[in-house]
C-alpha cells in the first residue's frame, strides 16, 4: 500500500506557472507508474499526465500537452507536474494517483491509490 500527499496548487493568474509535488509514502515508490488527474466543479475528474516507473514513458492530455511536464525522484519518492502558461479552464482540484500495471495509463479506473487533492484556482 501507498499513501500520497498532493502539494503546490494555489491561486494563480493566468499565464503564470505552478509545480505541484506529490509525495508517496509506504511501499517502494518505484514499483508504481504515476499519474495526474484533476477535477473541476461540476465535471468529471480527467486524465491530465502519466509518467512510468522509470519516467521513460510518459502521456499527456492534449490540452495540456506542451504546457505541462510530469517528473518523478524515485529517490525523493515524489512525482511533479511542472504547469506552465496556465489557463483558466486549468482550475480544478489536482490529484495524484499510483498505478502497478500503467496498462491504461488515462483512466482513472485503473489506479490503485489516490491522493486527498490539491486546488489550483487560475484567475485575474
Known amino acids: 500500500q501507498v499513501q500520497l500527499v498532493e502539494s503546490g496548487g494555489a491561486l494563480v493568474q493566468p499565464g503564470g506557472s505552478l509545480r505541484l509535488s506529490c509525495a508517496a509514502s509506504?511501499?517502494?515508490?518505484?514499483?508504481?507508474?504515476m499519474g495526474w488527474f484533476r477535477q473541476a466543479p461540476g465535471k468529471e475528474r480527467e486524465f491530465v499526465a502519466a509518467?512510468?516507473?522509470?519516467?521513460?514513458?510518459?502521456f499527456y492530455a492534449d490540452s495540456v500537452k506542451g504546457r505541462f511536464t510530469i517528473s518523478r525522484d524515485n529517490a525523493k519518492n515524489t512525482v511533479y507536474l511542472q504547469m506552465n502558461s496556465l489557463k483558466l479552464e486549468d482550475t480544478a482540484v489536482y490529484y495524484c494517483?499510483?498505478?502497478?500495471?500503467?496498462?491504461?495509463?488515462?483512466?482513472?479506473?485503473?489506479?490503485?491509490?489516490w491522493g486527498q487533492g490539491t486546488q489550483v484556482t487560475v484567475s485575474s
Open positions: 509518467i512510468s516507473r522509470s519516467g521513460g514513458n510518459i
Open positions: 494517483a499510483a498505478d502497478l500495471t500503467f496498462s491504461r495509463p488515462s483512466y482513472p479506473t485503473t489506479y490503485d491509490y
Open positions: 509506504g511501499r517502494t515508490f518505484s514499483v508504481y507508474a
